[in-house]
């Protein structure tokens, strides 16, 4: 059962509930039947029973009737005669009636099951049951009350199995239906299975066709169609296009983390390689051993920012969000930071008092760090850097500025790329990651920021959160 495609097993289950859906509804029906043609038997018993009532009279002389054309029949009883209407001869609808007097003795009429009724005393207006051979029979008796009547009883018999032919009728009409209405149910619902499933199947065959091909192009192309499967068929091909974007992402990172990583790791065997090929004096070992320690911290920053990115871009939702007062962190930081004093360049600060925001202490601080530090490696001798914070409206700006070599506007735009480097002469101690980052967390917080620059004349990096 388990080794069945799902459209076999759907269509199964449909099946098996369908017949016993016709099953019971089938046997539902029977017994309701059942219960309204034994009602209809009784109700009928009892009408063809009181109909007969007024079909037997008493005369006391019939000299003044013509015997030899009345239709009629006539008895003698006690001291006159009883005439019984000729219907009350025929079997109506199989209801039996006969005429009794006192001691249950049949004067006129049929009763099928005399012998078992010999005994049953009479109820008058009342339904009484007796069984013959199996079968129940139902027994009504009427008192007759009319003048020169009194003593007789009418007595009706008729069997439950009156109705039987028909029921019998519905029963194999019904086992004729059955069997092709499950038939043809079980076929359309096959059908409808599959084309139901068919968009399950284009997802798996998609899928395949991904994870053997590598194919992270590739997309689920369905008919147009709003239902679930189209729905899930949207939700694999965004999981597909995010799928898609990690990888070029990771395939990118690795490419440039591996060629940052490159140059110090040849700088270091080179000098390793340089020390090792014979006896240096102890001024050369101790120029190599400063240039590999030099590259060592180079790669060991690279590798701690690299990994903090990655945290940022992967797994943004480690960062805990909370109420933060921004003119404290940007006015804290500035103060540590002012003291680097790196080309003797002057940090200002001006932050408008308490201004609240809800975000990420941790990387908004590593945000200003960032730009701070960039303003000092790309800043001039005796140069200036200022901090503003300000509030506009429902936003928050941050900026920047500086008044070092700047950026040119072809290079603008590349800035915020991973491992990027605009001046080759300030490379030194950067990895390239700074800006990245700090485009990065600007996202994470839903803001966005822009930069205003001119080379020699500075840049302004300009910060806009949405409180």
């Known amino acids: 059962m388990r080794q069945l495609p799902i459209r076999f097993k759907i269509t199964l289950w449909f099946t098996a509930a369908l017949l016993v859906m016709f099953l019971s509804s089938y046997l539902l029906v029977r017994y309701l039947e059942h219960q309204g043609l034994q009602k209809n038997i009784r109700d009928n018993l009892v009408e063809t029973v009181e109909h007969n009532v007024d079909e037997v009279e008493f005369y006391t002389n019939i000299d003044n009737i013509d015997l030899y ?9 006690r001291n006159g005669y009883l005439e019984i209407d000729d219907d009350f001869l025929d079997q109506v609808n199989e209801v039996y009636t006969g005429l009794y007097n006192t001691n249950t003795e049949l004067l006129y009429g049929e009763n099928p099951v005399s012998k078992n009724t010999a005994s049953l005393p009479f109820a008058d207006s009342k339904i009484q049951r007796v069984k013959d051979k199996g079968i129940l029979y139902y027994v009504y008796d009427r008192k007759l009350t009319a003048k020169g ?3 007789l009883w009418l007595r ?8 039987l032919k028909h029921i019998l009728q519905v029963t194999r009409l019904s086992l ?18 599959k084309k139901m499933l068919k968009p399950i199947q284009d997802i798996s065959d998609s899928a395949a066709k991904i994870g053997t091909g590598d194919d992270l192009k590739q997309r689920i192309n369905l008919a147009p169609g709003n239902d679930e499967l189209h729905q899930l068929a949207h939700s694999f091909n965004q999981m597909f296009e995010r799928l898609e974007q990690a990888f070029e992402k990771e395939r990118q990172f690795t490419s440039d983390a591996s060629h940052e990583l490159r140059t110090p790791v040849s700088v270091i065997t080179a000098q390793c390689e340089f ?12 120029s190599a051993l400063h240039t590999i320690l030099r590259q060592a911290k180079k790669m060991s920053k690279l590798i701690n920012d690299m990994l903090d990115f990655i945290r940022l871009e992967m797994r943004a939702e480690s960062y805990r969000k909370e109420s933060i007062d921004m003119t404290d962190l940007v006015e804290s930081l500035c103060f540590d930071m002012a003291l680097i004093k790196e080309k003797n360049i002057v940090l200002q600060c001006m932050a408008e008092k308490d201004i609240l925001y809800t975000g ?3 990387l908004l601080s590593r945000l200003l760090a960032n730009l701070i530090s960039n303003a000092y490696r790309y800043g001039k001798e005796n140069g200036h850097i200022f901090v503003s914070l300000k509030r506009r409206g429902d936003t928050i700006e941050l900026s920047v500025s500086d008044d070092g070599i700047g950026i040119a506007r072809e290079e603008q735009l590349k800035i915020f790329q991973r491992f990027y480097q605009g001046d080759n002469s300030h490379s030194g101690s950067g990895t390239g ?6 485009y990065q967390i600007v996202q994470f917080h839903g803001g966005n920021i822009k930069v205003e620059s001119a080379p020699g004349k500075g840049s302004t990096f300009i910060i806009n959160l949405f409180l």
Do not use: C, H, W
Request: proline share 3%; glycine share 12%; charged share 20%.
């Open 433 to 438: 990651l700074g800006l990245s980052m700090v």
């Open 275 to 286: 020390s090792l090929e014979k006896p240096r004096t102890g001024e050369e070992y101790e």
């Open 176 to 193: 004729q239906i059955l069997p092709l209405l499950v038939l043809i149910s079980a076929i359309g619902g096959y059908i409808l299975t």
């Open 69 to 77: 054309n009345e239709t009629d029949y006539f008895s003698v009883y």
């Open 156 to 163: 009706g018999v008729v069997s439950e199995e009156q109705g």
């Open 149 to 151: 009547l009194e003593g």
């Open 360 to 362: 990420s202490r941790q």
